[in-house]
């Protein structure tokens, strides 16, 4: 399958600039013709869902702006082959899952199918996740280089899920990971490339005041009071509980409201569970609102945070924490937890409040409460050091880098 890539161009790369400033698009556009005539094929498994696709599908049009023939295309796979996937994603997160012999096969075989059937087009192969890990196979006889994009935190696999995929990974011409500590020892070069978000996109956008009040009216929220809210799927990791308890401890004091926003996932069973026990949790205290967002609401996640006094974060683990992206580039002030990508993002009183219990997390929250100004000033704190670091545009540029350090024989080049 292939990307109609231009119908989502909505983004214009000069709409950029009053947010990066004129320099930043100039040095894009600088590297990209150093990439001219290359053709940069991306390859992973869907075009919708989960961050991979919302990054590409922002990535891709911007690529081919800067003039880089990007293009992109997914694997086709049986929905035994993706259930497979599943658990060799969960597996490189370090949980228990019983992989079978049956199962190693099916992937092998998958990928094999995918090779006889893709029109391989790029010099430069970029390979997402590890679904299409295997089609490496087709490099012997293309060539060109190829790329794998490991969004996945491997510092703590199941070793023998990880010694099958080492086996293609080291296949490669370079390997990406979000975070030093997501990555592994490898004989290939690696590249360190934290995610992004797109400061134009429907979740982060400027919005109309009207938008966010029609958005307070429909949840029944006071405008008038402080709103304290959390967004994330419902799942234990996100430790919604420990959010309501912290609010409960703030709320004895502090006149306010909590917002506890999110999802439940189709490919999650647990998450119905969670959101079931967080309702019974919040059934005695109005002031708690448990709001169930369909999934594309973009707009909507995105008036919640705006409407937020103190977004929270209070994950017992997390990814990189996109979440807390999104709240910083707000200028919300952020009371998180240190873990995941969270402290890459959060720096203890500087960008925001780091915590480590639910105490810590009422305490940090009374504080900001009863201290606005400091609350703003780590909120654009927070907001500059996102734009210095996690925007699109950074990525493009460390993107636009990486391939061009391709075409360098020298270990010299850091990003
Ligand atoms: N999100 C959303 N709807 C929800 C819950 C979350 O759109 O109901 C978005 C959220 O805005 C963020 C992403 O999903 O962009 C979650 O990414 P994060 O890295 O915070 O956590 P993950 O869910 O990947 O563990």
């Not at 070793?159 to 011409?173: N, S």
């Not at 990555?183 to 009207?210: G, H, T, V, W, Y």
């Not at 609401?297 to 992206?325: C, H, P, W, Y």
Request: charged share 25%; glycine share 6%; proline share 5%.
């Amino acid at each position: 399958m292939e990307k109609e890539i231009f119908y989502h161009s909505r983004a214009k790369i000069q709409n950029y600039i009053p947010i990066v400033g004129r320099s930043t698009i100039e040095e894009l556009m600088a590297l990209a013709g150093r990439l001219s005539g290359k053709v940069i094929q991306n390859i992973n498994s869907t075009f919708t869902g989960g961050g991979v696709a919302e990054i590409l599908t922002r990535m891709v049009p911007l690529l081919n702006q800067l003039g880089v023939d990007a293009r992109w295309k997914t694997i086709k796979g049986s929905e035994e082959f993706f259930s497979v996937t599943k658990k060799l994603h969960n597996a490189l997160h370090g949980r228990k899952e019983h992989i079978s012999s049956e199962d190693f096969s099916l992937f092998l075989e998958v990928n094999k199918k995918n090779i006889e059937e893709l029109k391989f087009q790029g010099d430069i192969v970029f390979i997402h996740d590890p679904q299409p890990i295997a089609l490496i196979a087709k490099k012997k006889e293309l060539g060109e280089k190829w790329i794998w994009r490991c969004h996945i935190d491997v510092s703590n696999p199941d070793k023998a899920v990880w010694e099958f995929l080492r086996d293609f990974v080291i296949g490669y011409d370079a390997a990406v990971f979000s975070a030093p500590n997501y990555a592994q020892e490898l004989p290939i070069r690696q590249f360190m490339i934290s995610p992004s978000i797109d400061p134009l996109s429907d979740k982060n956008r400027e919005l109309p005041s009207e938008i966010i009040d029609s958005v307070l009216n429909k949840y029944n929220l006071d405008k008038s009071k402080p709103i304290i809210t959390q967004i994330s799927r419902f799942d234990y990791l996100k430790d919604p509980v420990g959010v309501i308890q912290a609010f409960k401890m703030v709320r004895k004091s502090i006149d306010c409201q909590l917002v506890l926003a999110g999802g439940t996932a189709t490919d999650d069973p647990e998450s119905e569970k969670v959101f079931e026990e967080v309702k019974e949790r919040a059934s005695d205290n109005p002031d708690i609102h448990i709001l169930l967002i369909p999934p594309e609401s973009d707009m909507e996640i995105n008036a919640l945070q705006r409407a937020a006094t103190i977004i929270v974060q209070k994950s017992i683990k997390e990814g990189f924490g996109l979440t807390v992206t999104e709240a910083l580039w707000k200028g919300k002030p952020v009371v998180a937890s240190a873990v995941g990508g969270i402290p890459l993002q959060v720096k203890n009183r500087f960008t925001g409040l780091l915590c480590h219990s639910v105490e810590g997390a009422a305490y940090a929250v009374k504080r900001l409460l009863s201290n606005p100004e400091y609350a703003r000033w780590l909120g654009n704190n927070g907001r500059e050091h996102i734009r210095q670091n996690f925007l699109l545009t950074r990525h493009l540029k460390d993107y636009l880098l990486l391939f061009i350090s391709l075409y360098y024989n020298t270990d010299e080049i850091y990003l």
